[in-house]
Structures are given as C-alpha cells and as structure tokens.
C-alpha cells in the first residue's frame, strides 16, 4: 500500500473561551483508495513561529511518497532523524510526527476494516475519565465566570475538572475556596497544575495554602521546566502525587530516576503520536511509575486518537486532560468523539472512528488566520484579550 500523496490543511478554531487555535489535519493517499486522516495539534502556543505549510507538505511528499504505509516503524524511524526532538513544551518537530503517525494509523485501519486500538495491540478499556480544564486566573474579577464554566459543565455531565494556578495568588484563593463552598460533593479537582510557572520553593509555598481550601487529586508541573532537581525537591516536601509532561523518551528516564515524579504525562502531541507514547507507558510500568495522558487541547482527531492509546494502555492510572472537543466551536468531523459523565469513549468505528467533513474542513481552511497577535498573558493562559485581568493592563 504506496502512498502516493501528503496534503496539509491549516485551520483555525476558536474555543468557548474566546481565544481562537490553529491546527493542521493531515490527508494521506495510499493504493487505489485507501485515505488515512491526522492532526498537528494546537500551534498557537510560544515559540511564536509557525510552519511554512506548502514548504512543509513538500517534503514531506518527497519523504514519503512511494513509501509502504504499512511499515509504520520505518517511516517513525525516518521521520524522527528528519524532525528530531528538540527538547522543549511545544515542539514542532513532535507535531510534525503526532500528525503523520495519526494518519498512518488510521489508514491502516482504515484497509483492515477495524479500529486502530487494534494496531496497538487490541483494547483493556472502552472509556477513559477526563477532566474540564480552568484556565490561569491573573485578577479575582475572573473568578465568578469560571465558577459559572464549572457549573456549566456540570450540567452537561463533567464533573472533575483541573485548576491552573500561579499566575495571581489572590485569585487562585478565591477560586478555590469558593469553589469548594459550592461544588463539595458534587465535583472533583483533578489536579492543581503550575505550569512551570514557580519555583519550588514558591509552589511549595503557595500549595500549603491550596490545600487548605480545597481537596485534589494531584499537582502538576511545580517548577520551572528543566528544573529536574527542583521538581524533586518539590516531590520530597509534597504529600499529593507529582506529575510532569514528558518531552522525550530520555527525558521519561531522567525524571524517574531523579525521584522527580510519581506520574509521567504522556502526551502524543509532545511525543510525536502513538508509537512513542506507548513506549512511555512501557518506561512507566517497568519503573512501577504512574500515568496519565495529558492535552493541548486537540480537535476530534486527535482527541479520538488519544482514545484509542487509552485503549491499549497497559498502565493508566490517573485521568486524563483530553477535552478539547467540548472547548472548541468548530471541528473538522462530522460527528465529534463522545464524552459519558467525564468519560472519553473510544471510538470502534474503522480506523480513528470518525468521518472528516472535506466540506467542512476546506471551508475552514478557507477563512484560516494564522496569528499570535501580542497579548502573550493570553497564549500562556489560553483566554482571550478581552478577559478582565486583560483590561486591567
């Protein structure tokens, strides 16, 4: 099964929030017939460059085309020489791989007829718990419209949700206390995640009084990103569980031989797709180590293809991140992947499980703008420029 042609189509989402997202979903031909679907998740975050998109489906044409499709290990063995790890939060390298690896899976289980959780090796589990995200709070006048967001989701069945904090101490207080006044019982906090944004001695710090106000599940990312020594300074004083996004397999290696962690984030966006992050999941089982799959927040492709590594996961211990379907106002399926009572279903149609709308999708592809614009509180804390902490600038 040759392929025969790459095609990338940007598109831009915007989510509930107000801040719009770009994106890349991934066509690959193969054979007579055979089309495979992917998704290059979620660009908008720093540094702030962006892909050539024609330049970048070039090569990757001229990388592929004629390669057997069904040899997945040996087009990932290229891809990675080609694009390799570049060590950092957001690589592109990475999403470059996530897209393409998506892609061949789904066509390949496109041509057998069956779900690509059996490419990985068959499925342990038909769900996955997940939770809404709370984005960063820089000023108290944005917290009754996130207590109202919980309140929302809540009706529509979410009830977990996890917290970003750091950026305004005040505000986190407020959040939380409230949050729990109103919502014990009813909802769960995840995960208190810091970003990278304090040291330890400041997460520590500012922990001692979340704690105080509200009861969670785990902590996330309480140092600076890098600071392995850190983290596990922070893990020694800590009684929750500690995770961390993982960047590369070494990486993996390097934060639980520190005793940096309890956790690994696994995340195909940041790993480059399913193979790697199944690797990961090995790393984790053979340190006894826990773990959960983490998000940038992807569009129905890439959210279903999450639920197919769910599926397959020998170790899955915490819930997931992996909402980003409910935030966005548009998506390029017909029919989005299905959430049950803060559950992810995996899909068990061919393939990922879902049916890309091309009209849809060259619509989008259309009317796609590719900015950062220069409000950077608003790509590291994923809300709009009109937010109140915003105007208060």
Same mark, same amino acid.
């Given at each position: 099964m040759k392929i025969s042609r790459v095609q990338l189509f940007p598109v831009a989402?915007?989510?509930?929030?107000?801040?719009?997202?770009?994106?890349?979903? !991934?066509?690959?031909?193969?054979?007579?017939?055979?089309?495979?679907?992917?998704?290059?998740?979620?660009?908008?975050?720093?540094?702030?460059?962006q892909f050539d998109i024609r330049e970048l489906e070039r090569m990757l044409n001229e990388l592929l085309r004629g390669r057997d499709g069904r040899n997945i290990a040996k087009?990932?063995?290229?891809?990675?020489?080609?694009?390799?790890?570049e060590g950092h939060m957001y690589s592109r390298s990475g999403l470059v791989r996530q897209g393409i690896d998506l892609a061949l899976h789904d066509l390949n289980a496109r041509a057998q007829g069956a779900p690509v959780?059996?490419?990985?090796?068959?499925?342990?589990?038909?769900?996955?718990?997940?939770?809404?995200?709370?984005?960063?709070?820089?000023?108290?006048?944005? !917290?009754?419209?996130?207590?109202?967001?919980?309140?929302?989701?809540?009706?529509?069945?979410?009830?977990?949700?996890?917290?970003?904090?750091?950026?305004?101490q005040g505000a986190d207080e407020a959040f939380l206390g409230q949050f729990t006044d109103r919502f014990a019982g009813r909802v769960q906090i995840k995960s208190l995640d810091f970003s990278n944004l304090l040291d330890w001695r400041r997460a520590i710090m500012a922990l001692e009084r979340y704690q105080e106000l509200c009861d969670f599940m785990l902590v996330e990312s309480a140092a600076p990103r890098n600071d392995i020594e850190g983290l596990s300074q922070f893990r020694r004083r800590c009684?929750?569980?500690?995770?961390?996004?993982?960047?590369?397999?070494?990486?993996?290696?390097?934060?639980?031989?520190?005793?940096?962690?309890?956790?690994?984030?696994?995340?195909?966006?940041?790993?480059?797709?399913?193979?790697?992050?199944?690797?990961?999941?090995?790393?984790?089982?053979?340190?006894?180590?826990?773990?959960?799959?983490?998000?940038?927040?992807?569009?129905?492709?890439?959210?279903?293809? !999450?639920?197919?590594?769910?599926?397959?996961?020998?170790?899955?211990?915490?819930?997931?991140?992996?909402?980003?379907?409910q935030l966005y106002t548009a998506d390029v399926v017909k029919t989005p992947v299905a959430y049950e009572h803060s559950h992810l279903i995996v899909p068990d149609g061919p393939g990922l499980g879902l049916e890309v709308d091309e009209v849809k999708l060259a619509q989008?592809?259309?009317s796609a703008e590719w900015t950062f614009g220069t409000d950077l509180a608003g790509v590291l804390d994923r809300?709009?420029?009109?937010r109140p902490s915003a105007r208060q600038q």
């Amino acid at each position: 099964m040759k392929i025969s042609r790459v095609q990338l189509f940007p598109v831009a989402t915007p989510r509930q929030t107000g801040i719009a997202n770009q994106h890349v979903i !991934v066509q690959l031909e193969a054979g007579d017939s055979h089309v495979g679907w992917g998704e290059m998740s979620d660009l908008s975050h720093v540094p702030m460059y962006q892909f050539d998109i024609r330049e970048l489906e070039r090569m990757l044409n001229e990388l592929l085309r004629g390669r057997d499709g069904r040899n997945i290990a040996k087009i990932e063995d290229d891809l990675i020489r080609f694009f390799p790890d570049e060590g950092h939060m957001y690589s592109r390298s990475g999403l470059v791989r996530q897209g393409i690896d998506l892609a061949l899976h789904d066509l390949n289980a496109r041509a057998q007829g069956a779900p690509v959780y059996h490419l990985l090796g068959g499925k342990l589990r038909d769900r996955m718990r997940v939770c809404y995200p709370i984005f960063r709070m820089r000023s108290v006048e944005e !917290v009754p419209g996130n207590l109202e967001r919980v309140e929302e989701k809540l009706a529509q069945g979410f009830d977990l949700i996890r917290v970003y904090v750091g950026a305004n101490q005040g505000a986190d207080e407020a959040f939380l206390g409230q949050f729990t006044d109103r919502f014990a019982g009813r909802v769960q906090i995840k995960s208190l995640d810091f970003s990278n944004l304090l040291d330890w001695r400041r997460a520590i710090m500012a922990l001692e009084r979340y704690q105080e106000l509200c009861d969670f599940m785990l902590v996330e990312s309480a140092a600076p990103r890098n600071d392995i020594e850190g983290l596990s300074q922070f893990r020694r004083r800590c009684k929750r569980p500690i995770s961390e996004h993982v960047l590369h397999i070494h990486h993996g290696w390097q934060l639980l031989a520190a005793g940096a962690v309890d956790i690994l984030n696994v995340s195909p966006y940041l790993l480059g797709g399913l193979r790697a992050s199944l690797r990961l999941i090995a790393l984790a089982e053979a340190a006894r180590a826990s773990v959960l799959i983490g998000t940038t927040q992807e569009l129905s492709l890439g959210t279903a293809a !999450v639920a197919h590594l769910a599926a397959a996961a020998r170790v899955l211990d915490y819930p997931g991140d992996n909402t980003g379907p409910q935030l966005y106002t548009a998506d390029v399926v017909k029919t989005p992947v299905a959430y049950e009572h803060s559950h992810l279903i995996v899909p068990d149609g061919p393939g990922l499980g879902l049916e890309v709308d091309e009209v849809k999708l060259a619509q989008m592809t259309a009317s796609a703008e590719w900015t950062f614009g220069t409000d950077l509180a608003g790509v590291l804390d994923r809300t709009p420029t009109n937010r109140p902490s915003a105007r208060q600038q």
